[in-house]
């Protein structure tokens, strides 16, 4: 049975949009209790909260280096269907990435979530 989603409704309105990305784990950052490395930026957007009731999380793309804070653009959701914590991908203005390659870059830590990509 697949889920239904409102795309009109949050985060799913942000796809497309500008979106400011605060990094609490630039790449190459080991989790805190896990242990495995951040293949990509990785951070939150601030002054949001997502379903898990913490600020939104993003997946930064396309930035092969190490981030603070990162301006870019919205082109998908990741909605995890046994999880309550969505996750925005982020990456530079003018740049998009096909749902294969975005599967590729952050199975670092989304292997372990059932999840669907929202355009």
Not at 44 to 50: A, D, E, G
Not at 66 to 89: P, Y
Request: hydrophobic fraction near 35%; aromatic fraction near 10%.
């Amino acid at each position: 049975m697949s889920e239904t989603v409102n795309k009109s409704s949050f985060p799913y309105n942000l796809i497309g949009k500008p979106i400011h990305v605060k990094m609490d784990r630039p790449l190459g950052t080991k989790h805190p209790k896990f242990g495995f490395v951040y293949e990509v930026n990785y951070g939150f957007v601030p002054n949001t909260v997502s379903g898990d009731g913490e600020e939104l999380d993003a997946y930064v793309l396309g930035i092969n280096e190490a981030k603070q804070e990162f301006d870019g653009v919205c082109i998908a959701v990741v909605h995890r269907t046994n999880d309550n914590d969505d996750k925005l991908i982020v990456v530079p203005q003018g740049q998009s990435f096909s749902d294969e390659i975005i599967e590729k870059k952050i199975a670092f830590q989304e292997q372990w979530f059932k999840h669907v990509i929202i355009r």
